[in-house]
């Protein structure tokens, strides 16, 4: 029986690597596969994993049709076994929806990788379509971990180290320190409460402030 499986997991926990091992697996196997991505941060039509490898996709828009591009494939004898969707946060509920059609009426696997929640922990609705829609949901064993060791498992964004909790729903980012606008993999409790590694280094630090002794 073909799939749709819903491979998830905070940011920075190995998505896009396992995505692009499952089809070197599948592909080395025999099967041909379509591997699909939207908006990856290296940018258009690309799936970058943090290991450093780097494949081509295609591309989803708003108005891509996964249904209309599989049976234009079929009809012209290109054969298609499976279907890779990285950043499936950001398909449309829509298109989630042609994905389950095509595991029920072509029998083709689909498996899916992305975030279930944005920076102020509300479900992408493309993710709340896919956790309506799979036939299982596998959450990566490895996740980035909170500054305070525990198990990292809610995204904030960062703007210069703080916490933000207002802004559009997609800005999209990555998680190494560097940039002004970033995201942050923190555990609930330190999510709940903005404790960010920035804020809890400065508000948590035992060491006094350096101050200078002529001016006291
Ligand atoms: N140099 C490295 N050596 C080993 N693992 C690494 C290295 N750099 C990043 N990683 C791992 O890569 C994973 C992130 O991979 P990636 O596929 O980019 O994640 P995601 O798609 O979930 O954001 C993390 O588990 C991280 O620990
Ligand atoms: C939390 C959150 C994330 N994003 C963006 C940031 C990245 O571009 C992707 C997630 O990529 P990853 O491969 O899982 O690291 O999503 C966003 O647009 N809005 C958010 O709230």
């Known amino acids: 029986m073909a799939e749709l499986v819903f491979h998830t997991g905070p940011m920075d926990c190995g998505k896009s690597t396992l995505a692009l091992q499952l089809d070197y697996t599948q592909s080395s196997h025999g099967r041909r596969g379509r591997v699909f991505t939207s908006q990856d941060r290296s940018g258009?039509?690309?799936?970058t994993s943090r290991l450093g490898l780097k494949v081509a996709a295609l591309e989803?828009?708003?108005?891509?049709?996964?249904?209309?591009y599989v049976i234009g494939e079929l009809t012209q004898a290109r054969r298609v076994d499976y279907i890779v969707c990285d950043e499936?946060?950001?398909?449309?509920?829509e298109q989630v929806d042609q994905l389950a059609r095509i595991v029920d009426?072509?029998?083709?696997?689909?498996?899916?990788?992305g975030i279930l929640a944005d920076f102020r922990?509300?479900?992408f609705p493309g993710s709340q379509r896919l956790v309506e829609l799979a036939d299982r949901m596998e959450t990566l064993p490895i996740g980035p971990l909170c500054w305070?060791?525990?198990r990292g498992t809610h995204n904030a964004?960062?703007?210069?180290?703080?916490?933000v909790t207002e802004g559009t729903q997609v800005v999209v980012g990555d998680t190494v320190a560097g940039s002004e606008v970033r995201y942050e993999v923190l555990c609930r409790a330190h999510h709940r409460r903005r404790m960010t590694a920035v804020r809890a280094k400065a508000t948590l630090n035992p060491?006094?402030?350096p101050f200078d002794p002529e001016n006291f």
């Open 105 to 113: 009426e072509l029998q083709l696997d689909v498996y899916a990788f």
């Open 60 to 68: 989803v828009d708003a108005e891509f049709d996964f249904w209309r």
């Open 148 to 150: 305070c060791g525990a």
């Open 157 to 163: 964004r960062t703007v210069g180290g703080l916490m």
């Open 121 to 123: 922990t509300h479900l």
């Open 44 to 47: 258009s039509g690309v799936i």
């Open 88 to 93: 499936a946060q950001f398909y449309t509920p």
């Open 207 to 209: 060491e006094p402030l």
